[in-house]
C-alpha cells in the first residue's frame, strides 16, 4: 500500500481539509496561520517525523503500530 493509500485510510478523516476533521482543526489553533492546518500543506515533513508521530502518537492521536 503506497503513502497516498495509507493517508486515506488512516489519516484522512481526522488530517483532510475542513474544520470538521480535528486533526486539521486542533493543527490550525496550534499553529495560528503560521503553519497550515492540512498536513497534505506541509512540505517540511519529514519521513522519519512522521514515522515517529504515527507511531508514538501526540496528544489526542492515538499511536499506531507497524501491523
Not at 486542533?26 to 512522521?50: F, I, N, Q
Not at 514515522?51 to 501491523?67: D, E, N
Request: include cysteine.
Amino acid at each position: 500500500m503506497g503513502g497516498r493509500a495509507v493517508y486515506t485510510k488512516w489519516c484522512a478523516a481526522c488530517h483532510d481539509p475542513g474544520v470538521i476533521h480535528p486533526g486539521t482543526n486542533a493543527l490550525t489553533v496550534k499553529y495560528k496561520g503560521v503553519k497550515p492546518g492540512v498536513l497534505l500543506e506541509w512540505k517540511d515533513l519529514r519521513p522519519e517525523t512522521v514515522k515517529f508521530l504515527v507511531r508514538h502518537g501526540i496528544s489526542v492521536m492515538p499511536q499506531f503500530r507497524k501491523t
